[in-house]
């Protein structure tokens, strides 16, 4: 159990954000977490949300959600949802999920040592879809085939199927990516002494934790049309249509490498130049959403984050207190843009000699 003792939620917490340290309650634990004893080899952190109260009286309720990639023994690549609560007050948590029947060793699990509940991925509390999506002989019945070339129009043209997680927000988002494998139309009906080379075609697709995929690939679409074709500077992925009974919506894969691996002395200039004009554009559209946070908005909720900061981080309360004047001084009246969370550098990708891609 994670028992306070005088302690603040964030000094308990510590060790579950802290890889090392992770490690060895894991470890420690093995047979409870993860339903064997291998030898956990290597343990990194994907992802941590805290949740917190600003009073004293309410520390107790605090909970730490943390997406743990770990390589064991024989086995690599392993996610890890973990939910760490305080006091024990895991046990509740773990009395109001609803079980039904799980074969043995599945996850969740409750380790109340640990105070904690896991998911093994693609196990998720609020994704179930992620199941299916991540198991090609499942899957090949899914593809938008009516958006795919000539020669990929049912599951019996694939040649192969290949899936992998890209991106992991447990109980928000996911993006897995498709590699298909396929002989043409065109190549099958030739008569030729040797086979020709198949052909491969890269697919993404993006399920959230509620029924938004359809809401979100209409954005995607517009947003596409108006500053994603065409000959600008900017290129995104295209939509190829949703997916209801899913959840996802599909993206076609678009070409290149990373930029941030591509970005150099002699070039970085003019790519930087073209993610300024991209983003431009992006701000530009006139995609609406149906939610919209004003400048104030933001800065209220930055101004309770800092309160909470500033009850547990006293060593910093200096450099907290100037960013609360910082804020304070923000103008409040601002012109409405579309603000994409995906535009950053870990999304675009270089593509030939100063062209740049939007993976999203």
Known sequence: MNALLGQTPPEVFAAYTDPRRAQALLR?????????????????????????????????????????????????????????????????????????????????????????IVWRFPEDPAMPQLATLLAPEQMRGYLPYAQ????LC???????????RVGYVP???CTVRYQLTFQPTNQRAAPTHSA??????????????ADKATEVCSRHERLWKAA????????????????????????????????SETLNVSNYERYLQQAAQGIALVHGSD???PAAVSV???????????????????????????????????????????????????????DGLYTLNWAH
Not at 148 to 151: A, I, Q, R
Not at 154 to 164: E, G, M
Not at 230 to 252: I, P, S, Y
Request: charge should be positive; hydrophobic fraction near 40%; glycine fraction near 6%.
């Open 171 to 173: 109980e928000h988002a």
């Open 228 to 259: 994603g074709s065409g000959a600008t500077a900017l290129k995104m992925a295209q939509a190829l249509g949703c997916d209801r009974e899913l959840n996802v919506f599909w993206l076609l894969g678009v070409t290149g490498g990373a930029l």
């Open 148 to 151: 795919l070339p000539p020669g």
């Open 154 to 164: 049912y599951p019996k043209d694939l040649a192969h199927l290949s899936v992998n």
């Open 196 to 209: 020709p080379a198949p052909q491969s075609l890269t697919l993404y697709a993006k399920t959230y934790r």
């Open 287 to 289: 995609v609406q959403v």
């Open 28 to 116: 420690a634990h093995a047979q409870a977490v993860f339903g064997h004893t291998r030898q956990l080899q290597r343990c990194s952190v994907l992802h941590s949300t805290y949740r917190s109260y600003l009073r004293p009286a309410s520390w107790a309720k605090s909970t730490l959600s943390v997406c743990y990639r770990m390589d064991f023994d024989g086995e690599d690549d392993i996610v890890l949802y973990a939910k760490i609560f305080l006091n024990g007050l895991s046990e509740a948590a773990w009395a109001s999920l609803a079980h039904g029947d799980v074969p043995p060793n599945t996850v969740p699990r409750h380790i109340p040592a640990l105070d904690m």
């Open 296 to 350: 104030t908005e933001l800065s209220l909720q930055c101004l309770k984050k800092l309160d909470k900061l500033s009850a547990v981080q006293q060593t910093s309360a200096s450099r907290l207190e100037a960013i609360r004047e910082y804020v304070l001084r923000a103008p409040m009246l601002s012109a409405t843009r579309l603000i994409h969370g995906d535009f950053h550098i870990g999304q675009l990708l270089a």
